[in-house]
């Protein structure tokens, strides 16, 4: 038996019904069916979401009455269903990515639709994780889950045609074909994906979402299924994250499914660098003769990280392989062109069929990262008849033809011309200008370069900072508390570098500033004036610390710490008193379910816990006040702890910030020094302070 819960998988679940949806047109169309049906819940997972994705089929229009986008769509599903709920989850994402999604999807998504639509942004992964999972479950009842995420620049369809004038981003840019897998299932696969979702959501938005129980039947109408009374598989991939232990089982399961291989490996993914993998392949290649591996990934990736970081791998584990197999080994991408004109397709896909048995569909790649570092969830179906191993060869010569403009009928008479050969029907098929082509890597940057920056981008594990901070400490430091941590310090290294930064690369005349500091020290309503503009710039989320060195930079240390302080707790009262007036309720439906997390701390009531709440950057400033009055903690409590806490804070911009007109205009290295020494005392205070409330936090448990 391959598929053994605890080893290799989560769970086998049934499934009434099962589809493989190639490409995003018949995706995003089959979702968009599902969705129109759903009654009391959709839940959406992603590693992208972005608001103005189409959700259109091969037509490219919607033409049901919904508005294409993805938002908007939503938004007019819950406003014509009461009763329907829609929760959105999406990775945290690093900055490095920031081009390519939604700029703020905070607004785009939650602010621009109705409070039942709600967004999280999930960040329950270690630091240097992501939340890879690709999932949609609608009412418990239907499942989606591949390698698709909803996002632009997804959209095809499978005749990835060089013309294809709606294949284009929201601004009108057109992007080369793609090419992309998912599966779709019913039944107790649909119910467990839902549990594994729901569990997610509960870790980034600290609330647990009720299972929907209704009668009704989402299936869209246009899919016809695949398999009937099948088991699905669910591997995933989950790195150590506070009490979630390390699971490995995709990881696993591609080690026992190419245990398995007698005669042929057919493998479509993105990424190929995960060493493991390519020493197993190697191993079967040479304890099977007749084995054969066919791979069809990207000619090159788009992003100069992905290039640097990935290629490097791709041509090790294609050495590996070639050396245990030589020719019974092709890597090939998949080409369309229309004479002189040519283009290859990105395959995005996560495939793998292994003889007529074996069909697996999933978000995991074959590198590093899919294997411990991310969260992943893979779809597998063991053929255990001969109809559905018949189905699974069906497929996949499909997934053949696809790249070579044939059929599964014209893949299946060249394997027979080619004595069973994928391998030599591949080099062979060319039909309506597609064709699959051999991948020739050549190295971009020295090997120092790629070393380096494959230890970030492709790493085998998270990089570990929890162990690293929790030797500094002597004790174990949770996945939370060390990114609270480096958020202090990148606050801290920020100070220094728009320090550096006013000299180097002025941003503004820095006589005009220092003329205007001057005016306001010499207004006789200058306390009035500077506790009033605090508590305006708190009403509009401004940055207090910014207020906080001007004051200083415009009164001196002592009066400036005075009218500083004064304007700041004046600040945090008022908007304390804001969020007390309108409610938890609103308050949420504002600002998000991830303001659980704020409430749930800020809850407990305690001087300590307020001031942890503004010595650690948890949320803004002007948020945790909001929450703090919905959240009904007592005045004084609130008050003394906003004073503890921000007492370090006020200090160390009060002594330097007085210096911060003379750095405008005639800085010395002695200022840099000082200014580099207070931000250096405020962040180890930070952290101390961190490490003090963490342990004070695990003991009140």
């Known amino acids: 038996m391959i598929l053994q819960p605890d080893r290799n998988v989560w769970r086998?679940?049934?499934?009434?019904?099962?589809?493989?949806?190639?490409?995003?047109?018949?995706?995003?169309?089959?979702?968009?069916?599902?969705?129109?049906?759903?009654?009391?819940?959709?839940?959406?997972?992603?590693?992208?979401?972005?608001?103005?994705?189409?959700?259109?089929?091969?037509?490219?229009?919607?033409?049901?009455?919904?508005?294409?986008?993805?938002?908007?769509?939503?938004?007019?599903?819950?406003?014509?269903?009461?009763?329907?709920?829609?929760?959105?989850?999406?990775?945290?994402?690093?900055?490095?990515?920031?081009?390519?999604?939604?700029?703020?999807?905070?607004?785009?998504?939650?602010?621009?639709?109705?409070?039942?639509?709600?967004?999280c942004l999930d960040d329950c992964v270690p630091l240097g994780s992501s939340q890879h999972q690709k999932l949609v479950v609608i009412d418990d009842k239907v499942a989606f889950s591949g390698g698709l995420d909803i996002t632009i620049r997804r959209w095809d369809t499978s005749k990835h045609r060089l013309d294809e004038p709606h294949r284009v981003d929201p601004d009108g840019k057109p992007y080369r074909p793609f090419h992309d897998v998912q599966m779709v299932v019913d039944g107790e696969a649909a119910r467990a994906l839902g549990e594994l979702l729901r569990g997610r959501w509960s870790c980034a938005a600290c609330e647990d979402l009720p299972r929907p129980q209704v009668d009704t039947d989402p299936w869209p109408d246009p899919v016809e299924p695949h398999?009937?009374?099948?088991?699905?598989?669910?591997?995933?991939?989950?790195?150590?994250?506070?009490?979630?232990?390390?699971?490995?089982?995709?990881?696993?399961?591609?080690?026992?499914?190419?245990?398995?291989?007698?005669?042929?490996?057919?493998?479509?993914?993105?990424?190929?660098?995960?060493?493991?993998?390519?020493?197993?392949?190697?191993?079967?290649?040479?304890?099977?003769?007749?084995?054969?591996?066919?791979?069809?990934?990207?000619?090159?990736?788009?992003?100069?990280?992905?290039?640097?970081?990935?290629?490097?791998?791709?041509?090790?584990?294609?050495?590996?392989?070639?050396?245990?197999?030589?020719?019974?080994?092709?890597?090939?991408?998949?080409?369309?062109?229309?004479?002189?004109?040519?283009?290859?397709?990105?395959?995005?896909?996560?495939?793998?069929?292994?003889?007529?048995?074996?069909?697996?569909?999933?978000?995991?790649?074959?590198?590093?990262?899919s294997m411990g570092t991310d969260t992943e969830c893979d779809l597998v179906i063991v053929g255990e008849s001969e109809d559905q191993r018949g189905r699974i060869v069906h497929l996949r010569n499909g997934l053949l033809g696809h790249h070579c403009g044939a059929t599964a009928k014209d893949v299946e008479a060249a394997l027979a011309e080619n004595g069973g050969s994928p391998v030599k029907a591949a080099r062979s098929l060319a039909r309506e200008g597609h064709s699959l082509e051999p991948i020739v890597d050549e190295p971009l940057s020295g090997p120092d370069l790629v070393g380096l920056i494959q230890g970030v981008a492709d790493p085998e594990k998270p990089i570990g900072a929890e162990q690293f901070v929790g030797t500094i400490f002597g004790r174990r430091v949770s996945s939370r508390h060390v990114a609270t941590i480096a958020k202090v310090v990148g606050a801290g290294l920020l100070i220094v570098a728009l320090a550096l930064a006013w000299q180097f690369m002025p941003l503004a005349n820095p006589q005009v500033v220092k003329s205007l500091f001057s005016d306001i020290a010499g207004n006789p309503l200058a306390p009035v004036v500077v506790v009033g503009a605090f508590v305006l710039a708190g009403l509009v989320l401004f940055p207090v610390t910014v207020l906080i060195a001007a004051t200083a930079a415009a009164f001196g240390p002592w009066f400036g710490f005075a009218y500083a302080a004064a304007g700041a707790l004046a600040s945090a009262l008022a908007t304390y008193a804001l969020g007390a007036a309108i409610g938890k309720k609103t308050l949420r439906d504002i600002l998000g379910p991830r303001l659980n997390r704020i409430r749930r701390q800020a809850a407990k009531r305690g001087v300590i816990t307020i001031a942890a709440l503004r010595m650690v950057p948890v949320a803004p400033f002007t948020v945790v006040n909001l929450v703090a009055g919905a959240s009904s903690i007592p005045v004084f409590a609130y008050t003394a702890g906003t004073l503890l806490g921000m007492l370090p804070g006020l200090i160390m911009i009060s002594a330097v910030g007085h210096q911060f007109a003379r750095i405008l205009t005639n800085p010395s290295p002695a200022d840099f020094a000082w200014l580099a020494l207070a931000v250096a005392g405020w962040i180890a205070l930070s952290i101390a302070v961190q490490a003090l409330v963490a342990r004070y936090w695990s003991g009140a448990r």
């Not at 329907?84 to 621009?112: G, H, K, Q």
């Not at 991408?333 to 003889?355: F, I, L, N, Q, T």
Request: hydrophobic share 45%; glycine share 4%.
């Open 12 to 119: 086998v679940a049934k499934a009434s019904r099962a589809a493989v949806l190639v490409d995003g047109a018949a995706y995003f169309d089959a979702l968009r069916q599902a969705m129109r049906k759903a009654q009391r819940s959709i839940l959406i997972a992603g590693w992208d979401i972005h608001s103005q994705t189409r959700l259109v089929g091969r037509s490219g229009e919607a033409g049901d009455g919904y508005p294409a986008e993805l938002a908007a769509f939503l938004a007019a599903l819950v406003n014509e269903r009461p009763e329907l709920d829609v929760c959105i989850l999406l990775w945290d994402f690093s900055v490095l990515y920031a081009a390519e999604r939604d700029l703020f999807p905070t607004m785009a998504l939650a602010w621009n639709t109705p409070s039942r639509v709600r967004f």
């Open 227 to 369: 398999f009937t009374d099948v088991e699905i598989g669910i591997a995933r991939t989950q790195p150590v994250y506070e009490q979630q232990e390390q699971v490995e089982e995709v990881a696993q399961l591609f080690l026992d499914s190419i245990d398995a291989a007698e005669r042929s490996i057919y493998i479509e993914n993105q990424f190929l660098t995960a060493p493991a993998i390519a020493e197993r392949l190697a191993k079967r290649l040479r304890e099977r003769p007749e084995l054969e591996v066919l791979i069809v990934a990207p000619d090159s990736h788009d992003s100069w990280l992905e290039a640097q970081s990935m290629r490097a791998g791709r041509m090790r584990f294609t050495k590996t392989l070639q050396e245990a197999g030589g020719e019974r080994v092709f890597l090939a991408y998949p080409k369309v062109a229309d004479g002189e004109r040519a283009s290859a397709v990105m395959v995005h896909a996560k495939v793998m069929v292994v003889d007529d048995r074996i069909l697996r569909v999933g978000s995991a790649n074959l590198n590093n990262r």
